[in-house]
């Protein structure tokens, strides 16, 4: 009462940032290596065993032909990192997909595997393309024996057209 409805946004609005700030205060993305404009980033967290990591940069490719590789889930191994197995169980409409893999850990260490579920967005605007993907418990996919199951896996692709023939590229994984 007595504080008009302009007044309360602001100080709403003061609130969040502060609090935006004091969080992302010590959450600063550390360069681990740069090679060929792309970058390499870790983050530590607060309470976690495992710093979030994140790659940047510029790929010499239309946007639409790397999504074209990004849709071929089943070849996943063809271009992830120590990904021994990929492959689709679920498609729910266009834009929305559930995933197998499982990656080849190091010795000690066992293979891990992960059901993820991601979801595509496309702002035209910006012509950029967001890919958020989470680990799921499904029946589609019960867990196998000799492989660790990722209890809690968090990503996210982004990708915007710079030009025809160039593509900014994010990948972020938790």
Same mark, same amino acid.
């Given at each position: 009462?007595?504080? %008009?409805?302009?007044?309360?946004? %602001?100080?709403?609005?003061?609130?969040?940032?502060?609090?935006?700030?004091?969080?992302?205060?010590?959450?600063?993305?550390?360069? =681990?290596?740069?090679?060929?404009?792309?970058?390499?980033?870790?983050?530590?967290?607060?309470?976690?065993?495992?710093?979030?990591?994140?790659?940047?940069?510029?790929?010499?490719? %239309?946007?639409?032909?790397?999504?074209?590789?990004?849709?071929?889930?089943?070849?996943?191994?063809?271009?992830?990192?120590?990904?021994?197995?990929?492959?689709?169980?679920?498609?729910?409409?266009?834009?929305?997909? =559930?995933?197998?893999?499982?990656?080849?850990?190091?010795?000690?260490?066992?293979?891990?595997?992960?059901?993820?579920?991601?979801?595509?967005?496309?702002?035209?605007?910006?012509?950029?393309?967001?890919?958020?993907?989470?680990?799921?418990?499904?029946?589609?996919?019960?867990?196998?024996?000799?492989?660790?199951?990722?209890?809690?896996?968090?990503?996210?692709?982004?990708?915007?057209?710079?030009?025809?023939?160039?593509?900014?590229?994010?990948?972020?994984?938790?």
């Amino acid at each position: 009462p007595g504080v %008009n409805v302009n007044m309360r946004k %602001n100080i709403h609005l003061t609130f969040a940032l502060i609090l935006s700030t004091l969080f992302l205060m010590g959450a600063q993305w550390e360069v =681990i290596t740069e090679q060929d404009g792309i970058k390499v980033m870790m983050k530590e967290v607060k309470g976690r065993s495992l710093p979030v990591f994140k790659g940047e940069g510029n790929v010499n490719e %239309n946007l639409y032909e790397i999504l074209g590789v990004l849709r071929d889930i089943n070849k996943g191994k063809e271009w992830m990192h120590s990904c021994k197995d990929s492959r689709l169980l679920k498609a729910i409409g266009d834009r929305k997909f =559930i995933v197998y893999n499982v990656t080849n850990a190091p010795w000690p260490v066992s293979d891990r595997d992960v059901v993820v579920e991601s979801e595509a967005t496309f702002d035209k605007a910006t012509q950029t393309v967001t890919i958020d993907m989470k680990s799921i418990a499904t029946p589609d996919m019960p867990e196998v024996r000799g492989l660790v199951r990722m209890p809690r896996l968090i990503g996210k692709f982004t990708l915007r057209a710079m030009s025809e023939k160039v593509t900014f590229v994010s990948y972020e994984i938790d």
